[in-house]
T-cell receptor, first 113, second 112 residues
């Protein structure tokens, strides 16, 4: 059984550019959630995808968007990057809402310069 | 509203017990969690407690929940240098979907 994998692990982008981050969910998991963790802060919920539909969203602007594919993997897209978007982006996959099943990946460290 | 608060820093000596505290606001949370994050790494689930329990023990870890005061604590017995990390508590708000609200994290430093 594979865990949650995220790619790339690190990324540097310029302000105004667009970025796509990827997440492969754990085998058997049909739900993917994305979180943003700024330096020195706790993770903040961005949105969740369930069966290819956005299922819930946090307080993030529309330039943060996502996709979920039939194999339940997911992408996070951020347009018009700002310096404050620099953070660790974490993906978590889950199924059935059980606490043990909420599994985080190691994250993508995005730096916007 | 949703808000989870933690103290920022705790320093203990190896072999002592560590107690990390957390307060939360959403009384409808079903589960409350403790996660560990080591430098440059993702989040590792340490333990969780169901909201109708007041205590849970798991090897060196003891979680205490006071629902009346919305207070959660994590006690680590016989703390080791390998326990040095940032510890996050999180509440599981279920407004139609599972979403975790995290505190700002407590940095635990264990000295030999």
């Amino acid at each position: 059984e594979t865990g949650v994998t995220q790619s790339p692990t690190h990324l540097i982008k310029t302000r105004g550019q667009q970025v796509t981050l990827r997440c492969s969910s754990q085998s058997g998991h049909n739900t993917v959630s994305w979180y943003q963790q700024a330096l020195g802060q706790g993770p903040q919920f961005i949105f969740q995808y369930y069966r290819e539909e956005e299922n819930g969203r946090g307080n993030f602007p529309p330039r943060f968007s996502g996709l979920q594919f039939p194999n339940y993997s997911s992408e996070l897209n951020v347009n018009a990057l700002e310096l404050d978007d620099s953070a660790l982006y974490l993906c978590a996959s889950s199924s059935g809402g059980t606490p043990e099943g909420y599994t985080f990946g190691s994250g993508t460290r995005l730096t916007v310069v | 509203g949703e808000d989870v608060e933690q103290s920022l820093f705790l320093s203990v000596r190896e072999g002592d017990s560590s107690v990390i505290n957390c307060t939360y606001t959403d009384s409808s949370s079903t589960y409350l969690y403790w996660y560990k994050q080591e430098p440059g790494a993702g989040l590792q689930l340490l333990t969780y407690i169901f909201s109708n329990m007041d205590m849970k023990q798991d090897q060196r870890l003891t979680v205490l929940l006071n629902k009346k005061d919305k207070h959660l604590s994590l006690r680590i017995a016989d703390t080791q240098t390998g326990d040095s990390a940032i510890y996050f508590c999180a509440e599981d708000t279920r407004a139609g979907f599972q979403k975790l609200v995290f505190g700002t994290g407590t940095r635990l430093l264990v000295s030999p």
